[in-house]
């Protein structure tokens, strides 16, 4: 039998050990799965992992890369804030929502006018409805005890429904012959999100990421906040001893998450996708979950973790146009590699002895 | 807009067979927090719970043995929080929000080729005599056994807290589970069964959805009724009855609300849509306020070194 030691610390070694040991797990199993579906599992797994980045028709995909991973480290890096601190803000996808909402209607209002200053209030508006929205469970948790993981999550379905409401209704491109969906942002020059560099991916999205990397590196390392982030993190008790708030810090960690995930949702409509419609959302903030835990709460950690989902995302979709591999399939691999990687975390608390006999 | 067009008999009818879902999954997870474990997996095991159901009702053509692998596949997926949180002594939120996901997956894998076929239909229970009495008996007893079952649940988890012994250590383990530990108790296992024993709840509901409500497939098909049985719990402050309550309230809302949109009320749709998820906020908001009811040991996991 195996026995559980606890550490007097948390293993270092294993903190970085375990993504990458959860990572190959998921391959592993995931590889098996490919092969409960009747396809090669070694070529399903190269065409996830490899192709994106080597193939011959790499220089189609590595763009595609920088578009799905900075969504997902610019919400993963806010969610991993009030995940350090205990604050669990589960509802990304719908500040996600909602900064696309408030982005693109300021868009549309100023339609067709043309002028330098629109995209900047577009990125002012997205942030600031994400914000907003992330507000709502985190006034209720400090003035009322309201348990935010049910109240975010609740308010994913009510953006969800508003989006179907506007796309339907406000929204809708009024030359759009009756077909739901607002206005193409991509032909409106001053609010496209274009590239900044012809053919590499890179939009505005992507430089807001990895300066939300760096801002949240300084912030945990650096600054008077994100040291109390971590210790309420740690040892609550200790941090209220300490005279840390959590009031501001639930107003903090849910305010800058909120606003993250609404410039992601605004980046995203003004750019890769263009228009606000019923299924605009593409999951995003549930996937930022899985990169925040898998990047380890860390900037950096998530902005690898980020590349690496990214991947299965681009691959997945080869996979399923080459292979005929499901959508399901990457959806349920993405979960898998959770699941792995909560597991596995044991090891960084824990040392794992085969149990000695006991004296009796 | 015409009111009118709503009959009063077939809306509390329907309301109940819309609370069924809702308070089978509820009550489940009841019993799982008052062990102490807080599982927010409820909607990835009603919606896996919801095609295994599908999937061996359509195979076999027996709806009550899809029922029961419904039952056996909420649990399976259960165990396998069971043995992060329990054994592996992850996280319960991030192991919550994995099982959610990972269901949501492998629902939709599974789900493929089950789109747009009609399940076998649901014998419906029809009493004799008493289906009979006017207006009652058409609201209460011409449902389909699981709407009793449900409610049976409820009254049989309410005595077993209450009342057995074995309802008592489950509650020790879920208030204090060093105390519970020194007993003697072992707590894990005992956490383990009550995980094991949410997840079939949820599973049930889900197949509920998927065979009886609905009935078909489509995927997310249990959008969010898994994260409202969550705030049920809240709200019913860890009670069996009260979750029975605000199921049949819930559900009286969802149903409401689907019959406002069929006789064209004045209100678009999709702010109907987002009442119930708006009426679930304000409803933890009012009821967030008392705490002191909640299992001390809620969410903490337990190993026996420390």
Redesign the interface.
Known sequence: MLR???RPQPSRLWTYLTPVLAVVLTMLCGGVLFALLGKDPVLAIRTIFWEPLFSEFAFYYRPQLLVKGAPLVLIAIGLSLGFKAGI?N?GAEGQYIIGALCGAGVALAFYPLEAAFIFPLMVLAGGLGGWAWAM?PAI?KVR????E???S??????AE??L??MS??LLKNPQGFGFPGSRNLQQYPSAHNAELLAGTGMHWGVVAALIAVIFAYVLLNRHMLGFHIRLTGDAPRAARFAGVSPTRLVLFCLGVSGALAGLAGLFEVAGPSGVVSIDFNAGYG?TA??VA?LGRLHPVGILLAGGLMALTYVGGDIAQSKLGL????I??????L??FL??V??TT??RIRARRKEAS | MDLSAINPTLLLASLMVAATPLLLAAIGELVVERAGVLN?GVEGMMITGAICGFAIAVNTGSPVLGLVAAAIGGAVLSL?FA??TQY????Q???G??LT??????S??I??GYQGIKPPSFPKADIPFLSDIPFIGGILFRHDFVVYLAIALTAAVWWALKYTRAGLVLRAVGENHDAAHALGYKVVRIRVAAICFGGACAGLGGAYISLIRVPQWT?GMT??IG??A??LV?FASWKPWRVMLGAYLFGGLTVLQLNLQAAGVAI?V??L??SP??I??IV??IM??D?SRAPAALGRSF?A??
């Open positions: 559980l030691e606890k669990w589960i709502i209720l009322f005890g309201t348990n993981i049910l109240v999550l609740m308010l994913v379905y009510v429904q508003l179907a409401s339907l209704g549930f979950i899985i835990f499901p959508k399901a399939a959806q349920l691999f993405q979960g898998m959770l699941f909560l597991a975390d044991l608390n824990y | 927010l396998l043995a992060l592996a002594l992850a996280n939120v991030a192991s929000l994995a996901l990972f269901g949501l997956g492998l939709a894998l789900g493929q995927e959008a969010g994260w409202i969550l705030a809240v678009p999709e702010y849509a987002m998820y708006l679930t906020i933890l908001v967030s306020a705490k190993h070194s420390q």
